[in-house]
């Protein structure tokens, strides 16, 4: 007869992967790289107000880039707001930095 497997014996360990601690300083060399012509990563002109603010942000300790954060003109608004015309929006929060990290 041949071996037999006892199944109730095998233990299962689940796997947890858990996110990577927020860099600030990182996010910030990011965004600093949206402002350079020179990089890969270069955001159109009109963003450069809201990236410039969301970076004002972060080194004045406003924003910690874990909660949603809407800026437009250089300046925090609501979410309905992003959806006005004309100028360009920008969300920051950590699900986007996740996201771009692993895509």
């Given at each position: 007869?041949?071996?037999?497997?006892?199944?109730?014996?095998i233990?299962?360990?689940?796997?947890?992967?858990?996110?990577?601690?927020?860099?600030?300083?990182?996010?910030?060399?990011?965004?600093?790289?949206?402002?350079?012509?020179?990089?890969?990563?270069?955001?159109?002109?009109?963003?450069?107000?809201?990236?410039?603010?969301?970076?004002?942000?972060?080194?004045?300790?406003?924003?910690?880039?874990?909660?949603?954060?809407?800026?437009?003109?250089?300046?925090?608004?609501?979410?309905?707001?992003?959806?006005?015309?004309?100028?360009p929006?920008?969300?920051?929060?950590?699900?986007?930095?996740?996201?771009?990290?692993?895509?």
């Amino acid at each position: 007869m041949e071996d037999e497997i006892d199944y109730s014996k095998i233990e299962f360990t689940p796997v947890v992967q858990l996110p990577e601690p927020f860099d600030v300083k990182k996010r910030i060399q990011e965004l600093r790289s949206y402002l350079d012509p020179k990089s890969p990563d270069y955001q159109p002109e009109d963003q450069h107000i809201n990236i410039k603010a969301v970076i004002k942000l972060y080194e004045e300790g406003e924003i910690d880039g874990i909660q949603e954060v809407f800026i437009k003109d250089g300046k925090i608004v609501p979410e309905e707001e992003t959806f006005k015309g004309p100028s360009p929006s920008f969300i920051e929060e950590i699900c986007y930095q996740l996201a771009e990290k692993h895509a």
